[in-house]
């Protein structure tokens, strides 16, 4: 199995930026993708960006030009830079590693924003 730990949410204003990390564990595929989603209150959970090994990726559009997704060079850890923060970022976010069989899920990590 694959194990995940988000970290890095939190209480941010309006108009500001926070960085989350993703740090994977255990029988890691050599191909996979790992993403984030996010979760608000009421609604159902929606893919917010993704990145594969080979580095290609893919965002939600009410993110484009706001939200950056990487991996570092040894592909366990991913992060999610999230820059002109909006009210409607709040949710939780939580980290996802699918590969040709698995799919596993992080605990969450809360972002709100709000001034």
């Known amino acids: 199995q694959v194990q995940l730990v988000e970290s890095g949410g939190g209480l941010v204003q309006p108009g500001g930026s926070l960085r989350l990390s993703c740090a994977a564990s255990?029988?890691?595929?050599?191909?996979?993708?790992m993403g984030w989603y996010r979760q608000a209150p009421g609604e159902a959970r929606k893919l917010v960006a993704s990145?594969?090994?080979?580095?290609?990726?893919n965002y939600a559009d009410s993110v484009k030009g706001r939200f950056t997704i990487a991996r570092d060079g040894a592909k366990k850890t991913m992060y999610l830079q999230m820059n002109s923060l909006a009210p409607e970022d709040t949710a939780v976010y939580y980290c996802?590693?699918?590969?040709?069989?698995?799919?596993?899920w992080g605990q969450g990590t809360q972002v709100t924003v709000s001034s």
């Open positions: 255990g029988s890691i595929a050599r191909s996979n993708v």
């Open positions: 996802n590693y699918r590969d040709w069989g698995r799919n596993s």
């Open positions: 990145i594969s090994t080979a580095g290609n990726t």
